[in-house]
């Protein structure tokens, strides 16, 4: 769109992006600084607490003691529930959390269509109704054959509750395996009162685009989101997939490259400046416990200095090893 320099001038200015940091502190601490809007733990071990703000992700991290993510911005932070839902708005962002439990809403596909109608519900009726972020986190995603794999019929689920909901282009999105109980499903988003911009990666297939054979229902999200300040950039899940296909079967290393290349394209996709550094949180979602140490020793020697939170998590197609996801500051 061609703005006037007065229009320029007139416009509100866009939202500061949300600082995501990793933190080596308690509960507490975290959701007591300043602009505190979300607090995330990882695995079994982490601390509760009834502050709508934190979400206990139910995926184990190899770092011992795991840290916490925090999610700030510049402003008042609200907070709240709603049924199920917890949610916190301040500065233009909002985040909203919708843990179910399968045994109570019949299975993977209905839990997910309900997830996803009752975020729709809510962010609807808010001013931050731009969703620019999403993460699902189920159990035994790759149990079942065909369309009947778990994560398959997650993605008809999710498409039947989102109805209209991304009518104005997807989100970017991560969707991981976890090892905990296998009925919990979790989704969280960030949403903002103003739009950012979709990323697609070029040396991939669009995900809404892919051929039938990865399921009834195609994933639905944008490879990555530039948020409003355009300052920063939101990166969804990305793993070894070239074209549509899953590159690299049995071939832990080659996947990892892949995965970077991938990335780094994603940055150049998006006007970024090349690399990632010390302001790019990662996060690497790991299938196998084995493979640990050489991922760690790959973030290492060519992604030095990047903070890093390794997860146990499983990757949608049960061929591929390894996923990043996370954000790039500019
Ligand atoms: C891929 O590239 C890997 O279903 O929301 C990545 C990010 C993947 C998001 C989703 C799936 C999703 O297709 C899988």
């Given at each position: 769109m061609v703005q006037s320099c007065e229009d320029m001038l007139n416009a509100p200015a866009f939202h500061p992006a949300p600082r995501v940091s990793y933190r080596h502190v308690d509960v507490d601490a975290a959701l007591s600084e300043a602009g505190a809007l979300a607090v995330f733990s990882f695995g079994a071990g982490a601390a509760l607490s009834g502050d709508p703000r934190y979400l206990r992700v139910d995926l184990e991290c190899f770092d011992a003691p795991a840290p916490l993510e925090l999610w700030q911005v510049d402003g008042v932070v609200r907070h709240g529930t709603e049924g199920a839902l917890q949610w916190a708005a301040g500065g233009g962002w909002l985040f909203v959390a919708v843990p179910l439990d399968e045994r109570e809403h019949g299975g993977i596909r209905e839990t997910a269509a309900l997830a996803y109608r009752r975020l729709r519900e809510f962010v609807g009726q808010r001013t931050e109704r731009h969703v620019l972020r999403i993460w699902n986190y189920l159990g035994a995603i790759n149990r079942g054959e065909g369309d009947a794999e778990r994560y398959k019929q997650f993605c008809d689920g999710r498409a039947a509750g989102a109805g209209d909901f991304f009518a104005d282009g997807f989100p970017a999105a991560t969707a991981i395996g976890h090892h905990a109980d296998e009925h919990r499903l979790q989704v969280y988003l960030l949403a903002c009162d103003q739009p950012g911009m979709r990323v697609e990666n070029p040396r991939q297939v669009s995900s809404w685009h892919y051929p039938r054979q990865y399921g009834r229902t195609p994933p639905g999200f944008a490879r990555a989101m530039t948020l409003p300040?355009?300052?920063v950039l939101a990166i969804s899940g990305t793993a070894a997939v070239v074209g549509h296909a899953s590159a690299h079967r049995d071939d832990l290393d080659a996947q990892l490259e892949e995965t970077l290349a991938n990335l780094e394209a994603l940055l150049r996709h998006a006007d970024m400046a090349a690399g990632f550094d010390t302001h790019s949180p990662l996060k690497v979602y790991v299938r196998?416990?084995?493979?640990a140490p050489r991922v760690r020793e790959f973030l290492r020697q060519r992604l030095p200095g990047v903070p890093v939170l390794m997860l146990h998590g499983d990757v949608c197609r049960s061929e591929l090893l390894v996923e990043f996801d996370g954000w790039r500051y500019a």
């Amino acid at each position: 769109m061609v703005q006037s320099c007065e229009d320029m001038l007139n416009a509100p200015a866009f939202h500061p992006a949300p600082r995501v940091s990793y933190r080596h502190v308690d509960v507490d601490a975290a959701l007591s600084e300043a602009g505190a809007l979300a607090v995330f733990s990882f695995g079994a071990g982490a601390a509760l607490s009834g502050d709508p703000r934190y979400l206990r992700v139910d995926l184990e991290c190899f770092d011992a003691p795991a840290p916490l993510e925090l999610w700030q911005v510049d402003g008042v932070v609200r907070h709240g529930t709603e049924g199920a839902l917890q949610w916190a708005a301040g500065g233009g962002w909002l985040f909203v959390a919708v843990p179910l439990d399968e045994r109570e809403h019949g299975g993977i596909r209905e839990t997910a269509a309900l997830a996803y109608r009752r975020l729709r519900e809510f962010v609807g009726q808010r001013t931050e109704r731009h969703v620019l972020r999403i993460w699902n986190y189920l159990g035994a995603i790759n149990r079942g054959e065909g369309d009947a794999e778990r994560y398959k019929q997650f993605c008809d689920g999710r498409a039947a509750g989102a109805g209209d909901f991304f009518a104005d282009g997807f989100p970017a999105a991560t969707a991981i395996g976890h090892h905990a109980d296998e009925h919990r499903l979790q989704v969280y988003l960030l949403a903002c009162d103003q739009p950012g911009m979709r990323v697609e990666n070029p040396r991939q297939v669009s995900s809404w685009h892919y051929p039938r054979q990865y399921g009834r229902t195609p994933p639905g999200f944008a490879r990555a989101m530039t948020l409003p300040a355009q300052d920063v950039l939101a990166i969804s899940g990305t793993a070894a997939v070239v074209g549509h296909a899953s590159a690299h079967r049995d071939d832990l290393d080659a996947q990892l490259e892949e995965t970077l290349a991938n990335l780094e394209a994603l940055l150049r996709h998006a006007d970024m400046a090349a690399g990632f550094d010390t302001h790019s949180p990662l996060k690497v979602y790991v299938r196998d416990p084995a493979d640990a140490p050489r991922v760690r020793e790959f973030l290492r020697q060519r992604l030095p200095g990047v903070p890093v939170l390794m997860l146990h998590g499983d990757v949608c197609r049960s061929e591929l090893l390894v996923e990043f996801d996370g954000w790039r500051y500019a």
